[in-house]
Structure formats: structure tokens, C-alpha cells
T-cell receptor, first 116, second 116 residues
Framework: DAGITQSPRHKVTETGTPVTLRCHQTENHRYMYWYRQDPGHGLRLIHYSYGVKDTDKGEVSDGYSVSRSKTEDFLLTLESATSSQTSVYFC???????????????FGDGTRLSIL | AQKVTQAQTEISVVEKEDVTLDCVYETRDTTYYLFWYKQPPSGELVFLIRRNSFDEQNEISGRYSWNFQKSTSSFNFTITASQVVDSAVYFCALSEAPGSQGNLIFGKGTKLSVKP
């Protein structure tokens, strides 16, 4: 199994509070991603990182920020959580190469976040 | 724009039946990658297969087979002699050329229930 650890695995918090989710990898992969999974929507990309301090927005980035100060850690922050951000959050990593062989993304076990 | 459509929201079969999960994709790129992931009730995402756009050869892995047809933009997944352990949500996903940073566009998923 790919060495990806998400923490916390479950969290319940109140509207308006800040929340930070952590993704830690032991594979030394360059690319890391945050997705959210909601019923009827599949998984949607929030933000991704292609190196230390190199990040970019995905499809549903509003209300989220990310940081990557080390190769192994990718943090997702909800500055002021809202009920619409209740979701399951998945981190993924990829050893994306430069040839035509796109490496598959491997996913963490997810974080279930409930905002009341 | 890229898009992945899994028209079947839920499928229910009886054990030992064959079942095909449909996936239709849209992309303007000539180089792209298609994936299938499995999400069992425990919630993790398990990589099943990757196929690049230059390889239209069908693939078989045990009871699993995949049919890639560029002419119809489809990448269908067949499970032969289904088993209860195949019960899961299955996601089809698309990633464009390496320049896209490997971001995955997911379909909404098909929930497969295999009854004994």
C-alpha cells in the first residue's frame, strides 16, 4: 500500500471555526492532491501541489487554502468552516513522470468532516 | 472541457451474474489516460486499471475486463461471475496529458450491489 496517512480520520466542528486536515506521505512523490467526495458528485479536485511551495487550484477551491512546506506534508485548511464543506476529504499522491506513462494516483483512507 | 459520465447510478445483480459498468468520456486532447477505481463499503479508494489513449487493446485481469473504444469514447468495465465482495462503488476517471499535472476528472460513480 502507498504510504499515505490522513489526519484526523474523523472530525466534527462548528460553523465558523478553522479546520486543518493533514496528508502525510512516505513515498517522496512530487505531486499531492486534495479531493472532496459528496453524494451525487463523485470526487472533485480542491487543490493540488506539484512541489514544495508549489500549489494550484482545482475545480472547487473556494473556501479552501493549502500549504506544502515539506515534500511529505500537504495541509488543507478551511479558514472558516461552513456546513456546505461537510464532506469526505481524500488526499492522493502521484509519482507523475515525464513520459507518456501517467502514474496512477494512490489515495489515503479519507477524512470524514462534519460541520454543524 | 473534460467530462466523465457514468450513467448507471446503481446496479443490483445476483451472485455469478456478469455485469458491465459503463463509462463515457469527453476530452479534446489526443493524449489522455483513463482509470477505474473501486471504493468498497470501508471507504478507501483502490486503483484497478490505467489505460492510455494510444492503447486500445482490451485488458483482462481475472474476472475483470475492460473494453476501451475510442470511436465511441467509452471505457467499459465488466465483471464476470460477480461475487458479493465485488459490491462497491466504482469510479471511472480521466486525466489528460502529463502537462495537466495528472489531475483526475471523476465520474459520479456506479454503486454495484451483488446479492448472494
Amino acid at each position: 500500500d502507498a504510504g499515505i496517512t490522513q489526519s484526523p480520520r474523523h472530525k466534527v466542528t462548528e460553523t465558523g471555526t478553522p479546520v486543518t486536515l493533514r496528508c502525510h506521505q512516505t513515498e517522496n512523490h512530487r505531486y499531492m492532491y486534495w479531493y472532496r467526495q459528496d453524494p451525487g458528485h463523485g470526487l472533485r479536485l480542491i487543490h493540488y501541489s506539484y512541489g514544495v511551495k508549489d500549489t494550484d487550484k482545482g475545480e472547487v477551491s473556494d473556501g479552501y487554502s493549502v500549504s506544502r512546506s515539506k515534500t511529505e506534508d500537504f495541509l488543507l485548511t478551511l479558514e472558516s468552516a461552513t456546513s456546505s464543506q461537510t464532506s469526505v476529504y481524500f488526499c492522493a499522491i502521484s509519482a507523475l513522470g515525464t513520459d507518456l506513462s501517467n502514474q496512477p494516483q494512490h489515495f489515503g483512507d479519507g477524512t470524514r468532516l462534519s460541520i454543524l | 472541457a473534460q467530462k466523465v459520465t457514468q450513467a448507471q447510478t446503481e446496479i443490483s445483480v445476483v451472485e455469478k451474474e456478469d455485469v458491465t459498468l459503463d463509462c463515457v468520456y469527453e476530452t479534446r486532447d489526443t493524449t489522455y489516460y483513463l482509470f477505474w477505481y473501486k471504493q468498497p463499503p470501508s471507504g478507501e479508494l483502490v486503483f484497478l486499471i490505467r489505460r492510455n489513449s494510444f492503447d486500445e487493446q482490451n485488458e483482462i485481469s481475472g474476472r475483470y475486463s475492460w473494453n476501451f473504444q475510442k470511436s465511441t469514447s467509452s471505457f467499459n468495465f465488466t465483471i464476470t461471475a460477480s461475487q458479493v465482495v465485488d459490491s462497491a462503488v466504482y469510479f471511472c476517471a480521466l486525466s489528460e496529458a502529463p502537462g495537466s499535472q495528472g489531475n483526475l476528472i471523476f465520474g459520479k460513480g456506479t454503486k454495484l450491489s451483488v446479492k448472494p
